[in-house]
Nanobody
Framework: QIQLVESGGGLVQPGGSLRLSCAAS????????VAWYRQAPGKQREWVAT????????????TYADSVKGRFTISRDNAKNTVYLQMNSLEPEDTGVYYC?????????WGQGTQVTVSS
């Protein structure tokens, strides 16, 4: 089993920045990639970014949805078993609940979600 705890959401003005964190515990070695997703009000959950290795691997190149490319950065700290999403130049369209996900061969695990609201 893997447990995830997210933090870092909040209210920010357009053009501002936030950094989300997602700390993992449990069977860390089974994770083979990590990702962030988001869900806007009334919409389906959508993929935001992926880091293609877990917390025990090295290397890899992040991939991003076109809507966030150049503004968001996914990273991870293997020593802390934590994945981050740095969000810059935020837009009202980025508003939603953000979820981190970690994936093993057998299962997907999700954080509890953290609300991000971009509004003036």
């Amino acid at each position: 089993q893997i447990q995830l705890v997210e933090s870092g959401g909040g209210l920010v003005q357009p053009g501002g920045s936030l950094r989300l964190s997602c700390a993992a515990s449990g069977s860390i070695s089974s994770i083979n990639h990590v990702a962030w997703y988001r869900q806007a009000p009334g919409k389906q959950r959508e993929w935001v970014a992926t880091w293609p290795t877990g917390f025990t691997g090295s290397g890899g190149t992040a991939t991003y949805a076109d809507s966030v490319k150049g503004r968001f950065t996914i990273s991870r700290d293997n020593a802390k078993n934590t994945v981050y999403l740095q969000m810059n130049s935020l837009e009202p369209e980025d508003t939603g609940v953000y979820y981190c996900g970690v994936f093993s061969i057998r299962a997907a695990y999700w954080g509890q979600g953290t609300q991000v609201t971009v509004s003036s």
